[in-house]
C-alpha cells in the first residue's frame, strides 16, 4: 500500500512539475544556436519553424533566410540537398580576395532582406555586420582561410540572432497581449459581478419595500377593525 501510494505522489509530483516547467518555457524565451534542426520531446530531430504566435509572413519570410544560410555555410545545393556539407562561404574562399569579397556582399544582402522584412535593432544589425566582417578578414587567410570560414559561418550565426530576436519580441507581445486579454476578461467578470450584486441588492430592496407595504395593509386593518369593535361597543353601551 506505501510503494503505491509512494507511486501516486511521484507520478503527480512529475506531472506538476512538467507543467510548470511547460509553462516557464512558454512565458520565458531561451536562445538558440543553431537555426536549422530543433528536437522535440520523442527525440526526433525536425527542421526549426518559427512558433505559432509568429505571423505566416515572419515564418515564410524565416524558412527563406534559413535557406539562404544553409547554403552559405553548410551546402551548395541549398534547401535542395538538406544534408551537412560545405556551403558557398568555404568554397569560394578558395579563390583568393575575390572569392571572400563576392562571400561578404552575398551575407551583407541576406542582412539587407532580413532588416527589410523585420525591422531589427540596430544592436543587432551591428552585430551581424560584424560577424560577417570578421568573416571577410579570416576568409582571406591563404589556405587557412578556408576551413577559418567553415567554422565561423557567419550566415549561421546571423541567422540563429534572427531567430532568437524574432521568437523573443513575438514571445513579448504574445505575453502582453495575453495579460490585456487577462485584464480585459477580469474587468469584464467584475462588472458582471458588480451587475449581479446590484439587481440582488434591488431585488432585496423590493422584497423589504413589499414587506413594510404588506406590515402597513396589516396594521390599517388591524386599526380599522380595532375602530369597528370599539363604536360596535360604544352603541350596545348607549342602548
Known amino acids: 500500500m506505501s510503494g503505491l501510494v509512494t507511486g501516486i505522489i511521484e507520478s503527480f509530483g512529475q506531472d506538476y512539475l512538467t507543467d510548470k516547467a511547460n509553462t516557464y ?46 547554403s552559405h555555410d553548410r551546402s551548395c545545393c541549398g534547401c535542395c540537398c538538406w544534408t551537412d556539407g560545405v556551403g558557398w562561404a568555404p568554397t569560394l574562399a578558395i579563390f583568393p580576395v575575390i572569392g571572400p569579397a563576392l562571400m561578404y556582399w552575398v551575407h551583407s544582402k541576406l542582412i539587407d532582406h532580413a532588416n527589410k522584412q ?12 560584424g560577424n560577417i566582417g570578421l568573416d571577410l578578414a579570416i576568409s582571406l587567410v591563404p589556405i587557412l582561410g578556408i576551413l577559418f570560414s ?38 469584464t467578470t467584475m462588472r458582471e459581478q458588480q451587475r449581479r450584486e ?35 361597543e360604544n352603541a350596545r353601551l348607549y342602548q
Open 150 to 187: 567553415w567554422l565561423h559561418a557567419s550566415s549561421t550565426r546571423n541567422c540563429a540572432m534572427i531567430y532568437n530576436y524574432i521568437v523573443e519580441r513575438n514571445l513579448e507581445n504574445f505575453n502582453r497581449e495575453n495579460k490585456i486579454k487577462e485584464q480585459r476578461d477580469r474587468e
Open 25 to 70: 518555457a512558454e512565458e520565458h524565451f531561451q536562445p538558440i544556436k543553431d537555426p536549422f534542426y530543433e528536437k522535440l520531446p520523442s527525440g526526433k530531430q525536425v527542421r526549426r519553424r518559427l512558433p505559432d504566435y509568429c505571423s505566416k509572413q515572419e515564418s515564410k519570410v524565416w524558412k527563406k533566410l534559413q535557406n539562404q544560410a544553409w
Open 118 to 129: 523585420y525591422q531589427l535593432p540596430s544592436n543587432l544589425l551591428v552585430k551581424m555586420h
Open 198 to 232: 446590484q439587481r440582488a441588492r434591488k431585488q432585496m430592496e423590493m422584497k423589504q419595500q413589499n414587506e413594510q407595504a404588506r406590515l402597513e395593509q396589516q396594521r390599517v386593518i388591524q386599526q380599522q377593525q380595532q375602530q369597528q369593535q370599539q363604536q360596535q
